[in-house]
């Protein structure tokens, strides 16, 4: 009789997350992840076709988690809101410096990025979108779009939020 397995995906989308953050992109592999989940390797990439695949699928999960926690400050004033975004973005950054940071990982990744960039942008942009539409000056969807940006650019540069906060009221009423 075959062995059920409980919540695979779940702990090998966590053991892969632990493995890439604390040994890097090249140290993590599916064997790996694998062994450490006592699961055989073809049993993970029943789950995820690759190893580039297993760490996207972390970050998304990761990425939409952080969405829905901005999207429950959406309704709100425009400080509060983008101040939760600011956060979020930050936490989210400093979560995966270590792989953002990491010269392997970079080198595999650096071809989807200007594929993902935008849809990353798109999908801030309409959780943004709410308070933009409410309080900006400016309407229409550039709008949300260039918030969404001055957001992602900032924070990963490690600006301070009241720096981008000081630009960005004079937009909204």
Request: hydrophobic share 45%; proline share 4%; with cysteine.
């Amino acid at each position: 009789m075959p062995k059920i397995l409980e919540n695979v995906r779940e702990r090998v989308l966590a053991e892969a997350k632990r493995q890439a953050l604390e040994n890097g992109y090249e140290k993590m592999t599916i064997r790996s992840v694998a062994q450490a989940c006592g699961l055989g390797v073809g049993t993970v990439y029943n789950y995820f076709p690759s190893k580039d695949m297993l760490i996207a699928s972390f970050m998304l999960a990761d990425w939409q988690k952080m969405l829905c926690r901005i999207r429950r400050e959406g309704q709100g004033e425009p400080e509060t809101v983008l101040r939760t975004a600011y956060t979020e973005l930050r936490g989210f950054s400093d979560g995966y410096r270590t792989l953002f940071a990491d010269r392997a990982a970079a080198k595999v990744f650096a071809a989807s990025f200007a594929e993902r960039h935008p849809q990353l942008l798109e999908q801030l942009a309409s959780v943004l979108q709410p308070v933009c539409e409410t309080y900006g000056r400016a309407q229409g969807a550039f709008f949300p779009q260039f918030v969404a940006e001055a957001l992602l650019t900032w924070t990963v540069g490690g600006r301070p939020f009241s720096d981008l906060y000081h630009v960005l009221q004079f937009l909204f009423t």
